[in-house]
């Protein structure tokens, strides 16, 4: 703690944002000072680059302090902190289910955005790739946790954005696959897989992923082309073979009706099938530029009654399964 209590008069709410004391973690250090505030004033708790300790956390638990607060300026030091610390809050059972799976949707949806909204011509960069691999690292333990996809609910995000519905995707996948009894590795590089399936929609001229009518047959062909674009833009990276095949394949069908190969059943590894089902069921349950969402049991029908034959339903029925333990089937 800093022995002089600094003061920063209020001039505008927007100045600073407040967070938990619980998001504080001792040992660690952050970019950003923390303040209390008193009456009309902010005071200085801790310095940028100060490390926190346990008794910072002690004082503020002892006086009842319920939120601290951060100078907006100072947001994106704090975003990075709370990312790299997000496997210690995500598994810190001190912190209400709700919270943490609010802080996991908000914290992995920045991640995507900011790839997304990079549009990476050049392909995926390192520094990207290691926030997305991070980023799912320490989200698995959390996702594989009792209760923790219900808790996801509320946050999972029904307007349509192509890094939302990645984030969304990751999360039907791995409460899926996590049934499997996979190990933690290939945990891992399918997670990596489903968070960046649509990573070559970054190539993808907005004009047409944002279009709010019918596409015509030669836009359909240009979106048709972002699993290839996908993994061109992938090929300087240390990315897995599950990875691979997961941003290659997951349009493919088990009749061979899907692209960009035409893949029968059995070519399809298990993993790039369950992505294929969260991808659709998530594409059909959100708000979408040239379609309403539909509710999830009317979406579970639908692919049920109409796509028997492109999907493993075996896998489709372990889906509902997961979906109906969650109990998101009657949202």
């Not at 997000?86 to 996991?104: M, N, W």
């Not at 011509?121 to 009792?146: I, T, Y």
């Not at 040239?290 to 579970?300: D, G």
């Amino acid at each position: 703690m800093s022995n002089t209590a600094e003061i920063s008069p209020v001039e505008s709410a927007g100045e600073y944002f407040s967070v938990s004391p619980l998001m504080i973690f001792p040992t660690t250090m952050g970019k950003f000072s923390v303040y209390l505030r008193q009456g009309g004033e902010y005071v200085l708790y801790t310095s940028a680059d100060e490390v926190f300790t346990e008794r910072h956390k002690r004082v503020l638990y002892d006086n009842g302090v319920r939120e601290v607060y951060v100078q907006t300026a100072q947001r994106p030091h704090y975003s990075r902190y709370i990312e790299d610390n997000l496997g210690k809050i995500l598994l810190d059972d001190t912190l209400p289910l709700r919270e943490r799976a609010g802080l996991f949707y908000s914290v992995s949806s920045d991640v995507m955005a900011d790839m997304f909204e990079t549009r990476l011509p050049a392909g995926l960069d390192s520094n990207h790739f290691l926030r997305v691999h991070g980023l799912v690292q320490q989200a698995l333990k959390f996702l594989c946790l009792e209760n923790s996809l219900k808790a996801m609910a509320e946050f999972i995000a029904h307007d349509y954005k192509t890094y939302s519905h990645c984030v969304n995707v990751f999360v039907y996948t791995v409460s899926v696959l996590h049934t499997y009894g996979f190990d933690d590795e290939t945990m891992l590089r399918c997670g990596i897989g489903a968070m960046l399936h649509d990573v070559g929609k970054t190539r993808i001229p907005r004009l047409i992923l944002d279009k709010t009518g019918k596409l015509d047959p030669d836009e359909r062909r240009i979106i048709s082309r972002h699993p290839t674009l996908g993994l061109a833009s992938c090929t300087l990276l240390p990315l897995s073979q599950e990875a691979m095949n997961i941003i290659l394949f997951h349009h493919e069908k088990m009749n061979g009706s899907g692209y960009p190969a035409g893949l029968m059943a059995p070519e399809i590894p298990l993993p790039v099938r369950v992505v294929t089902i969260a991808d659709i069921y998530d594409a059909l349950t959100t708000d979408r530029p040239y379609a309403k969402a539909r509710r999830p049991f009317e979406v579970l029908e639908l692919m049920r009654a109409t796509m028997s034959h492109d999907l493993d339903m075996d896998v489709f029925r372990r889906f509902i399964m997961v979906l109906s333990g969650a109990e998101l089937v009657g949202c």
